[in-house]
């Protein structure tokens, strides 16, 4: 989990997605590169936190996953006729997340969003741990790893409040690298950055979202973890029954 940064992000920020092109980022929106750092045996231990790259007050991102200017586009999306069709549902969090209750918190887990980010088997696999909740460690570990999920997909409340726990993130966008496995992550949209459809539509405003930056997804333009090696996606998910 990480401190509030500052930012010159404004509030005219928002990221409009151009169809069958790129992530339009407009409002002097800080951009970073985002490096899940792992331990000796692949497991994320935390962020690795980049310094911010200089952009202009709009810029544009790639979405195809082909540009030779990652993160940013170049154009390539028109050459290879890339098709961005945008399917996602548009369901708002709490319809797509399944409930897990424990004696202090309470875990809502919205799996279509997933992207891998792998920070939810540190120090233990968090869904087992929300059951064990009264034990100070484990609850700990449990809202730092949800905390750290970059997608959202996790997030913890705490039961004598009633309130999400979500960490203080400043308005800000993230290109993910993975070198544990050699491949780019997501794109991580930061601090509630509003995004909206080719068409124009707003997609619920979320304090943590990923956007797919391989061209792959089935969800887009969420990340589903297609970057992500077919046969560690399918060891993933098993882990997770």
Same mark, same amino acid.
């Given at each position: 989990?990480? @401190?509030?940064?500052? *930012?010159?992000?404004?509030?005219?920020?928002?990221?409009?997605?151009?169809? @069958?092109?790129?992530?339009?980022?407009?409002? *002097?929106?800080?951009?970073?590169?985002?490096?899940?750092?792992?331990?000796?045996?692949?497991?994320?231990? $935390?962020?690795?936190?980049?310094?911010?790259?200089?952009? &202009?007050?709009?810029?544009?991102?790639?979405?195809?996953?082909?540009?030779?200017?990652?993160?940013?586009?170049?154009?390539?999306?028109?050459?290879?006729?890339?098709?961005?069709? $945008?399917?996602?549902?548009?369901?708002?969090?709490?319809?797509?997340?399944?409930?897990?209750?424990?004696?202090?918190?309470?875990?809502?887990?919205?799996?279509?969003?997933?992207? *891998?980010?792998?920070?939810?088997?540190? $120090?233990?696999?968090?869904?087992?741990?929300?059951?064990? *909740?009264?034990?100070?460690?484990?609850?700990?570990?449990?809202?730092?790893?949800?905390?750290?999920?970059?997608?959202?997909?996790?997030?913890?409340?705490?039961?004598?409040?009633?309130?999400?726990?979500?960490? #203080?993130?400043?308005?800000?966008?993230?290109?993910?690298?993975?070198?544990?496995?050699?491949?780019?992550?997501?794109?991580?949209?930061?601090?509630?950055?509003?995004?909206? &459809?080719?068409?124009?539509?707003?997609? #619920?405003?979320?304090?943590?979202?990923?956007?797919?930056?391989?061209?792959? &997804?089935?969800?887009?333009?969420?990340?589903?973890?297609?970057?992500?090696? #077919?046969?560690?996606? $399918?060891?993933?998910?098993?882990?997770?029954?």
């Amino acid at each position: 989990m990480e @401190n509030k940064e500052t *930012s010159k992000a404004n509030n005219d920020s928002k990221i409009r997605i151009l169809k @069958n092109g790129p992530y339009l980022v407009s409002g *002097s929106v800080p951009l970073r590169k985002m490096t899940i750092q792992c331990d000796g045996e692949g497991i994320p231990i $935390e962020w690795g936190i980049g310094q911010k790259l200089k952009t &202009s007050e709009t810029y544009a991102l790639c979405r195809c996953g082909q540009s030779n200017s990652k993160p940013f586009c170049d154009g390539t999306h028109v050459k290879v006729n890339f098709d961005g069709t $945008e399917v996602s549902d548009n369901d708002p969090f709490d319809k797509m997340a399944k409930t897990i209750d424990g004696p202090k918190l309470r875990l809502k887990d919205a799996e279509i969003l997933c992207a *891998s980010a792998r920070f939810c088997h540190r $120090e233990g696999d968090i869904w087992p741990q929300i059951p064990k *909740s009264d034990n100070p460690k484990l609850k700990q570990n449990a809202i730092r790893n949800a905390c750290d999920c970059p997608s959202g997909r996790l997030v913890v409340i705490d039961k004598e409040t009633g309130k999400n726990i979500e960490p #203080e993130l400043e308005k800000s966008v993230g290109f993910i690298e993975d070198p544990g496995i050699g491949v780019d992550g997501p794109i991580w949209v930061r601090g509630g950055i509003p995004v909206y &459809s080719a068409e124009g539509m707003p997609y #619920e405003v979320r304090n943590r979202m990923t956007l797919c930056r391989c061209g792959k &997804s089935t969800n887009k333009p969420f990340c589903d973890s297609s970057h992500y090696p #077919e046969e560690d996606r $399918e060891v993933i998910k098993n882990e997770q029954k």
